[in-house]
T-cell receptor, first 117, second 116 residues
């Protein structure tokens, strides 16, 4: 069965520090998608990135970057030069294709990031 | 693009009443909508998946008679919490996706339900 583990439940950094949020997944499917979502205190989940299992290229979007490594089943998320507005809970999620009739997402437990000024 | 709205954002009700929550995809047609429940400081728990025009598929442990889901159109799904009790108080979030098989789910802003 699929599983997503975010071992860091809470991380606290000072503004301008870089921070990496870890995500490790388990799946028996050969085709799957990985996602990161941000949940600020307001509660709404904001989509950050979607990556399919065949694309291991790292991605950078502004201060955000993602490192996908199939060999270690990891999809880590790095925020460079963190800002107070980055404070939120971040969720990593997995969607299998062939073993998933309904396009369901399996979420990790989330990592609460606190960026202090 | 890919905006999902949810209404109401807050609801306080008395025990025993029913509460309806609406989820709308504003700028795309959603073949599938999902309903989640989230307790404080916890991850999202999938309650049910609904496809337009068909019955919702409920996750194990979710009472279908308690949480009625209707997906009447490609842009609207509703969740009705029937005979609400204090233990139903939670944050309810819907999401919508345009296509199956790995398509991104876009989330609504959530509804905070407090049952007194």
């Amino acid at each position: 069965a699929q599983k997503v583990t975010q071992a860091q439940t809470e991380i606290s950094v000072v503004e301008k520090e870089d921070v990496t949020l870890d995500c490790v997944y388990e799946t028996r499917d050969t085709t799957y998608y990985l996602f990161w979502y941000k949940q600020p205190p307001s509660g709404e989940l904001v989509f950050l990135i979607r990556r399919n299992s065949f694309d291991e290229q790292n991605e950078i979007s502004g201060r955000y970057s993602w490192n996908f490594q199939k060999s270690t089943s990891s999809f880590n998320f790095t925020i460079t030069a963190s800002q107070v507005v980055d404070s939120a809970v971040y969720f990593c999620a997995l969607s299998e294709v062939y073993n998933n009739a309904g396009n369901m997402l399996t979420f990790g437990g989330g990592t609460r990031l606190m960026v202090k000024p | 693009g890919a905006v999902v709205s949810q209404h109401p954002s807050w609801v306080i009700c008395k025990s025993g009443t029913s509460v309806k929550i609406e989820c709308r995809s504003l700028d795309f047609q959603a073949t599938t909508m999902f309903w989640y429940r989230q307790f404080p400081k916890q991850s999202l728990m999938l309650m049910a998946t609904s496809n337009e025009g068909s019955k919702a598929t409920y996750e194990q442990g979710v009472e279908k008679d308690k949480f009625l889901i209707n997906h009447a159109s490609l842009t609207l799904s509703t969740l009705t919490v029937t005979s609400a009790h204090p233990e139903d108080s939670s944050f309810y979030i819907c999401s919508a996706s345009q296509h199956p098989f790995g398509e991104t789910q876009y989330f609504g802003p959530g509804t905070r339900l407090l049952v007194l």
